[in-house]
């Protein structure tokens, strides 16, 4: 016994195809047999009757196959069940084929069929319409199922960008934190209102990073505001020997980059260019958008870099990562030293102005 409750209920596009189907089916019928000298109501009563037949078992069929999953079947045993069941609907429909026309329509002898001839050629007739619809049915299928695969394809592929990308934030803010805190702690003992301070900028340092980590991107604008605290908080604890300027295009303001990038990369500038000098030195941060609608940020401060795995830590390396899971290979952070100053590292950050995937690209049709 199968069980046909759990088969989903057909779609609309369904329903359209099978009254459409078997609509044209009896109007051709019905046209092809008008000249078989029978009443032209019996003719009609009787396609009619074959169209509805057809129509009442393909549907069942259609139930059949979903019920039991023959969708998941390989090709020789899918072939082997339809072998078998579209035999026995092919003879079932003849009996209720013939059994309507006898009892209910009553034709003239001319118009009736008749014989064991007539009743299995027009049960071939059916077999050969029952194999037409499975083909049509069960190609449709795999074409859908083929167009949602991909799609549940790309939405896992995000799934797992989505994973990395909050594995890799989830590095970035402790590494922050660590940071400030140390910062803190060489001051409590010598300045304790200074470590007050520092304190109340490290707290709200922190407020802006996690509300700021609920999301992939953020405005520039917005990025700036960690990168100015930040800076503030340094400059208590280096004092003159920071200097500081942002140069950032208006136009810029409002592009979409990941959260803390432009934090660590000034962060990195502090740590690894001023703070070992004893005189310090500069930073330089610029932000324009050109013509090609692309973001560039220059983070240029005093020091030397050393290009070597060791001189590289985890921030920038999971900033890289970050960039190419959002952006892929049009985004780049690449740090050098500047050829035209001495004694300047730079930090350059390229990024393509996103556009959002249009809803349509999503869109699967309707499986039956």
Request: glycine share 6%; with cysteine.
């Amino acid at each position: 016994m199968f069980s046909y409750a759990l088969a989903p209920p057909p779609s609309r596009l369904y329903w359209r195809c099978q009254l459409l189907g078997w609509s044209l089916y009896f109007v051709i019928c019905s046209g092809t047999f008008s000249f078989m000298g029978a009443r032209p109501r019996d003719m009609l009563l009787i396609n009619f009757t074959i169209a509805a037949t057809m129509l009442g078992i393909t549907h069942w069929l259609r139930y059949h196959i979903r019920a039991n999953g023959w969708e998941q079947l390989g090709p020789l045993p899918l072939l082997g069940r339809l072998l078998v069941t579209n035999v026995v609907l092919s003879l079932l429909s003849q009996v209720v084929i013939w059994a309507v026309i006898a009892l209910l329509i009553r034709p003239a002898s001319d118009g009736a069929p008749h014989g064991w001839a007539q009743f299995f050629g027009y049960a071939v007739n059916v077999n050969i319409l029952l194999w037409l619809w499975a083909g049509f049915y069960f190609g449709w299928h795999y074409l859908t199922s083929f167009r949602r695969a991909e799609v549940d394809k790309w939405k896992l592929t995000a799934a797992v960008q989505e994973a990395e990308m909050r594995t890799l934030k989830a590095q970035i803010n402790p590494h922050f934190m660590f940071n400030g805190l140390n910062n803190i702690r060489a001051l409590v003992m010598e300045n304790p209102g200074r470590a007050r301070d520092m304190i109340t900028h490290l707290s709200d340092l922190l407020r802006y990073s996690i509300q700021l980590n609920t999301a992939e991107q953020v405005p520039l604008s917005r990025e700036l505001e960690i990168v100015e605290h930040y800076l503030q908080l340094e400059a208590l604890q280096l004092e003159e020997r920071l200097e500081y300027t942002l140069d950032v295009d208006s136009a810029a303001l409002s592009v979409l980059i990941p959260p803390m990038t432009l934090q660590l990369l000034v962060e990195n500038a502090i740590k690894h260019g001023l703070a070992p000098r004893p005189a310090g030195g500069v930073i330089r941060l610029c932000a324009q958008l050109n013509d090609s609608n692309t973001l560039h940020i220059t983070v240029r401060n005093t020091g030397r870099y050393e290009p070597r795995p060791s001189h590289e830590g985890v921030g920038v390396r999971n900033a890289r990562e970050r960039l190419a899971l959002l952006f892929g290979p049009t985004a780049h952070l690449h740090l050098a030293n500047d050829p035209h100053s001495p004694d300047m590292v730079v930090a350059h950050l390229q990024l393509p102005v996103a556009a959002a995937v249009p809803a349509e690209a999503l869109a699967v049709p309707a499986i039956w």
